[in-house]
């Protein structure tokens, strides 16, 4: 045991047996007061999410959505807009690649901004059916077609997160959304963050509501006077936010079911001991239920960077924050050998994760579960969150074992497409009527049937 946060050997201990079944944490005061949000957004609409955002956030606030006035008067220093702009683009290079590798194969179809079809385009591919090139046979394939509207959930408040407005606007402009809404909590005097609002102004957001928590989630999800309801929901929030998007799955599409945010790094011998405990405390000073784990191939060098956080800690302005993520949820682990190192990682399955080693892309190729993977020394965390391009918005609490980081599939869906010819009917109609008859149900039989007999 350290005074910073709990050490475990490797050698005398399973590591993994510390982070096998994490999830998101569920408490019931907090369902139930969740709940009731999301029941009285039902019923009252804007009523309920202009008293909301009054109780929590401005209390004077007079309307629910960011003016135009509002937008053109957010002013920034030219190099704040600078950074806003190279963040931007980068993040629209990486999420367009992205689409192009995934349909680099499929015919491509621009519809236009045509409000009755709903989609600015489509992706397709079809082989056919019978699996011969013949002409007359019937088709099979698949549609990819973006959703209609996505909102954004951007947290606010006390602090700004322009980067989360850009990290999950941007793919979802890629993908082909028409409509991007976002919301955000005031701050107290009823405004919204500069640096926010040129954000919104950089992805042609078609509007900001001044609303937080789990009222913003149940009007994207369910709809209101004001708020037209949404298809997808993405952006990261409080355990408000989250439970909203719990209790709401099914009734809108959801990026995931996030709890805090966490880190792991992994060093050896080769590691720059400062620039190691620099990423393990950069992304806990975000919130105290934060987590930081430290995996580390020898007793010497993880004491070494255990040195440098408490050094870098000293002058840390949140260092009270960092301290307390540390020593409540955070975890160090001397590994035996690269092999426990990697088992526990790949449990552990972190949301971001470092390589501080002597060759990343070997440990990477052992990494099956992460939520993003920075590789190398020369890769800082505070570099993914901002500015490398993937979104910053990633699956947490172990749930990179089944989930991704918000991407332009986040905001795009499959459509099967089937046609079949007379021929390929009746080479297929005994196979259905032999599955009608296992599972029982003749009149799926008939259907194939009737077009032989009839």
Known sequence: M????PILDGATEDPIQRVLHRAPSQDSSLIDTVASIIDDVRRRGDAALLESARKFDAPDLQDLWVSDAEVQSAT?????????????????????????????????????????IEVTRQFSWTIPAAGKDEPGTGRI???????????????????????SVLMNAIPARTAGVLDVILASPARRDGSIHPAVLQAGKLVAADGLLKVGGAAAIAALALGTESVQRVDVIVGPGNKWVNEAKRQLWGQVGLDGYAGPSEVAVLVDGSANPAWAAAD?????EHAPDNAAFLVSLSRHTLEAVLAEVEKQLQTAPRAATIRQALKDNSLAVVAKDKEQAYDFLNALAPEHLTLSVENPEAAASRIVNAGCILLG???????????????????????????????VMSFMRFQSISQL?????????????????????????????IRRDR
């Open 2 to 5: 350290s005074d910073l946060l």
């Open 76 to 116: 920034l220093e030219p190099h704040q807009v600078e950074a806003l702009e190279l963040a931007g683009t980068r993040i629209g290079v990486f999420h367009a690649m992205q689409l192009r590798a995934l349909t680099m194969m499929m015919q491509s179809e621009e519809i236009g901004a045509n409000p009755l």
């Open 141 to 163: 394939g698949q549609r990819l077609v973006p959703v209609r509207r996505a909102g954004v959930y951007v947290p606010g408040g006390a602090a700004a997160y322009p980067s």
């Open 280 to 284: 393990l405390i950069t992304q806990v």
């Open 377 to 407: 020394e020369h890769t800082p965390e505070s570099a993914g969150d901002f500015v490398i391009g993937p979104s910053h918005t990633l699956p947490t609490s172990g749930a990179a074992r089944f989930s991704s980081p918000v991407n």
């Open 421 to 449: 010819s007379p021929t390929d009917l009746a080479q297929l109609i005994p196979t259905i009527e032999t599955f009608a008859e296992m599972e029982d149900f003749p009149a799926h039989g008939a259907a194939a049937t």
